[in-house]
């Protein structure tokens, strides 16, 4: 096997065991997106194009070169030859042999090439939609927490409204009630009033006959001192 065949062979492994490791079912896309975050990725990210491609064109060379030795040594010529010289004929098989190993080789190569950069693409696309889903979960549990949040401060508000009413109830009430107290004490007190100008109204008019009653006496009292008087005169 050739240099490059080599080359080609040990990157068709590394192929294999890197996709192999992409399939282990406990490495979750999540960790392989912060795995794909290193700085290290970052500092390739923009030589990856670029790499990806230039193997790409690299093994169609040699994939369009190994179908190139295939249909060389499987044609009627090379045959002819082996079927003259039996020593020309194991050649020729083996080069035959060693130009469809190079084909199965690079074809395999450029299969697990692409495959490769697809797994890790929706390895990516997984893990963003994982983080996606997580976000509006958390965007959803937190748009139920507050619409309970809400109803409770409804239910809350409802509650407190109820008992305000109940209490605005018994405050009127209770107003009702004092109301109706201060009118019946208001009629009690000009009732009182009443009575009590009846009663001095009373009193007036007993004092306006005790003072004429009192003149009365006081004239009669006068009248009876100058008849008084007057006797003692003639009794001189």
């Known amino acids: 096997m050739t240099l490059q065949w080599t080359a080609v062979a040990f990157f068709l ?3 294999i065991a890197f996709n192999l490791i992409l399939c282990i079912p406990f490495l979750s896309a999540k960790r392989w997106r912060s795995v794909f975050g290193w700085r290290l990725w970052n500092w390739l990210s923009p030589y990856w194009n670029k790499c990806f491609f230039t193997m790409i064109m690299v093994l169609i060379v040699l994939f369009l070169d190994a179908v190139r030795e295939v249909h060389k ?3 009627p010529e090379p045959m002819q030859d082996a079927k003259v010289n039996p020593n020309v004929y194991d050649h020729v098989h083996m080069k035959l042999f060693r ?4 084909l199965y080789i690079s074809g395999f190569s ?3 090439w692409l495959i490769m950069r697809r797994v890790v693409t929706l390895l990516n696309q997984v893990a963003v939609s994982l983080e996606s889903t997580a976000g509006l979960q958390a965007q959803m549990d937190s748009a139920v927490k507050a619409a309970r949040q809400h109803q409770e401060d409804n239910r809350r508000l409802k509650q407190a ?3 305000g009413e109940n209490s605005m109830s018994a405050t009127k009430q209770q107003l ?3 109301v109706e107290n201060l009118a019946g004490q208001l009629k009690a007190a000009e009732e009182a009033v009443r009575k009590s100008h009846a009663e001095a109204e009373a009193m007036r008019r ?3 006959g005790l003072a ?5 006496l006081l004239r009669e009292h006068h009248q009876l001192q100058n008849l008084q008087n007057v006797g003692d005169k003639k009794d001189q």
């Open 13 to 15: 492994y590394a192929e």
């Open 73 to 75: 040594y499987s044609g």
């Open 99 to 102: 130009a469809q190993r190079n």
């Open 110 to 112: 450029i299969f697990l």
């Open 161 to 163: 409204l109820l008992e």
């Open 176 to 178: 009702k009630q004092e």
């Open 206 to 208: 007993q004092a306006k």
């Open 212 to 216: 004429q009653e009192y003149d009365r």
